[in-house]
């Protein structure tokens, strides 16, 4: 039976400049970067600070897959389905983000069930900002 969810998968366009956008700028912590293989792409994953066993693995289609397999994965750039993440300070959260140069999509908005605000990461991915009640 399924346990658990522990890797998800990011499509990006450069390994280095992801790895420091979320290192840098969104403050996770790398938990790999080693090549698969002589010529192999790169396996890099990074966590959240608070969550060290949940990965998002940065996956660059242009080394991982060949020809239309590759164009079709990197088309999906900036469109991926949304990722949540989870805040214990979404005002602090969003004066840091907003500091650090992210792509913050309008004001954190007052919900029913909580707060939250939407980010991009510097290929256009978007992301989920919650804060829960």
Known sequence: MIQAVTHVTVYVKDDD???????????FKK???SP??????????????????FELTLLN????????????????????????LASDDIEADHRALTAA???VE?????LPWGR????KDLHGNR???VQSK
Do not use: C, H
């Open 116 to 119: 939250d605000l939407i980010f």
């Open 36 to 53: 698969m293989g002589p010529e192999g792409p790169r396996w890099i994953t990074v966590s959240p600070v608070g969550q060290p066993d």
């Open 106 to 110: 309008g004001p954190v908005r007052d």
């Open 17 to 27: 400049e992801a790895l420091a956008f979320f290192t840098g700028k969104l403050g």
């Open 61 to 84: 289609p242009s080394t991982w897959f060949k020809g239309e397999e590759a164009r079709t994965a990197s088309e999906q750039i900036g469109r991926q389905a949304m990722i949540v």
């Open 127 to 129: 992301y989920n900002l």
């Open 101 to 103: 140069g992210v792509t």
């Open 31 to 33: 938990q790999s970067d």
